[in-house]
């Protein structure tokens, strides 16, 4: 084989992978920054019937930034996870849609300094999370509170900020349902009644579910949330 040949047959396999790892099947991108990451995996998953599915997954060699695709029929929930050869799990889940996403982390702080862009059920729940982290964080610092309260055997103060953490976890609640209502139109809604309304009042969940638009009742997580209802109702 001639040196021109084999430039040409070289060329020929790039372009080949290239194609191949930009499927024309896929409708979603998501567009990734690490600050600080020079070597590692990066995944793009999503949850399957018993485990975790990956869609696409690309070697980090010295940039930062890369590209994942696949091909999404509604909006759901999907994971960017990095793989560092260690014990620990670094994963960020974001509301993914048709169209392009944008996550941009650190190295260090991968599950925590996340800044994501992209679909309108991911802003809402971007919107969601700024004030339901500011709840959590009040409650952490009135537990911490109340366990030296106890290491001094002060019961008053304990049982004060124990009350007083149980009203705030009540008010996170009602906030959730009320932000559920608000947005009866959007996947959001039957997704924070599934996963973020732990230990409600059935009463409230029954009533999200019944304010969810006919499109919305029949999506992923509205289908999700009925089945829930239904298995709940079934066991009672």
Avoid: W
């Avoid at 084989?1 to 430039?7: A, G």
């Avoid at 982290?133 to 952490?140: A, D, E, P, R, V």
């Avoid at 001094?152 to 009602?174: C, F, G, H, M």
């Amino acid at each position: 084989m001639t040196k021109l040949n084999k430039i040409l047959s070289l060329t020929f396999i790039v372009a080949l992978a290239f194609s191949c790892s930009q499927s024309p099947n896929t409708n979603f991108t998501l567009k990734g920054r690490i600050k600080g990451l020079k070597k590692g995996m990066v995944y793009l998953q999503k949850d399957g019937d018993s485990s975790i599915v990956n869609l696409d997954s690309v070697a980090i060699s010295g940039q930062s930034e890369f590209s994942l695709h696949t091909d999404l029929e509604e909006p759901e929930i999907l994971y960017l996870k990095l793989f560092k050869n260690d014990k620990d799990e670094h994963y960020i889940p974001f509301f993914a849609d048709q169209g392009v996403t944008e996550i941009s982390t650190t190295l260090k702080n991968f599950n925590y300094d996340s800044k994501i862009k992209g679909s309108e059920q991911q802003n809402l729940l971007n919107e969601y999370t700024s004030v339901v982290s500011k709840y959590n964080s009040k409650n952490l610092d009135l537990i911490e509170a109340s366990f030296i309260a106890q290491k001094a055997n002060d019961s008053v103060t304990a049982d004060s900020l124990n009350r007083a953490s149980d009203k705030l976890i009540k008010r996170k609640y009602a906030y959730t349902i009320q932000y559920a209502l608000n947005h009866k139109d959007n996947e959001i809604a039957p997704y924070l009644a599934l996963y973020e309304t732990r230990n409600v009042n059935p009463v409230f969940i029954d009533s999200i579910y019944k304010s969810l638009s006919p499109e919305v009742k029949t999506s992923l997580y509205g289908k999700k949330l009925a089945e829930t209802i239904a298995a709940r109702k079934e066991a009672n």
